[in-house]
């Protein structure tokens, strides 16, 4: 039996895009419907219950930010949005909102594909136990073990160094806020330290990365926050 077609719903106002993004996801074999403005956008989410949502956040009616807590209101299916709002303000809003990444415009093909697939597995994974061992280049994590291994050696974190690890590994493939992290890892006092947070993502950039200068698995979104990327 053939796997399910995965399901995208668009909420974009420019024709252009929206046909282009569309074209460009069923060439993959996804089925696609189109919203131009919120509202539309928000009864097509209900009716289709897609695999996920690409929104931009200019939209005729209302800002794409409050559709955005719409959704997430009742639904946790990953949500990427494409925007030509370039400000650090702007995507800060639209994660701390609830969408999974943010993409500017203009975008490339392969870029969109790529934050998609991201997406999909992310939410795959979600709908399993928590994994208890998951790698990323040289570094396994055992979460259940709270052990960390790099190369098979084991590497010493501090309590804090493990908490920030443990929650990039939670949201793998996202992008996490500096305010989501230090809230999380910190606690609500510390949102705004984010001094904090920046050195000791350098500690662990520096035990965990074959090169901390130029990381491939932390990743940062500058302005916005940090992404953990090629886990298995």
Known sequence: ?????????????????????????????????????????????AF???????IDLGLPDTDGID???????????????????THEDAKVAALDAGADDYLTKPFGVSELLARIRAQLRRRNRGGQQETPQ???????VDLSERRVTRDGEVIHLTPIEYRLLTTLVRHAGRVITHQQLLREVWGPAYVENQHYLRVYMGHLRHKLELDPA???????????????????
């Open 1 to 45: 039996m053939s796997e399910p077609t995965l399901t995208i719903v668009v909420i974009e106002d420019d024709k252009q895009i929206r046909r282009f993004v569309r074209s460009t996801l069923e060439a993959q074999g996804m089925t696609v419907f189109e919203a131009e403005t919120g509202q539309q956008g928000l009864r097509e989410a």
């Open 48 to 54: 289709r219950l897609p695999d996920l949502i690409v």
């Open 67 to 85: 559709v955005i807590r719409e959704l997430r209101t009742w639904t946790e299916q990953p949500l990427i949005v494409l925007s030509a709002r």
């Open 134 to 140: 998951v790698r990323f280049g040289p570094v396994s």
């Open 214 to 232: 130029q990381p491939v698995h932390i990743l940062t979104e500058t302005g916005v926050g940090y992404r953990l990327v090629g886990t298995q």
